[in-house]
């Protein structure tokens, strides 16, 4: 039995993925009126744009997008870690930071 997976998410690097999609936007009220149609396209591989008041604030994605934007954020993670191995000590604090500021 296939059970369905779905979720929605803000993140820049999901959203620019979905952009690359077929792709429908929806006000909240519509979205909310239509969650059902928006989970079969997510099912189809298709991200539905959430706004309010006209201005994008969340995409409803498929998982596989979701996936795959944080199977790249470990990858970052772990790259930074690897780098950083055998340099002096540098506080996680400005690990976390330059991390945050390299999705921008």
């Known amino acids: 039995m296939s059970v369905l997976r779905f979720v929605v998410y803000t993140n820049t690097l999901v959203y620019t993925q979905a952009m690359e999609q077929t792709e ?16 079969d396209r997510a099912k189809l591989g298709e991200a539905t744009v959430v706004t309010r008041n006209g201005k994008a604030v969340g995409a409803f994605v498929p998982m596989e997008v979701l996936e795959e934007a944080r199977r790249r954020d470990e990858e970052e993670i772990e790259r930074l870690i690897e780098e950083r191995r055998d340099s002096p000590t540098v506080p996680l604090a400005e690990v976390m930071a330059e991390t945050l500021e390299r999705r921008d």
């Open 24 to 39: 429908q936007t929806l006000s909240t009220r519509e979205f909310r009126e239509h969650l059902a149609d928006a989970i």
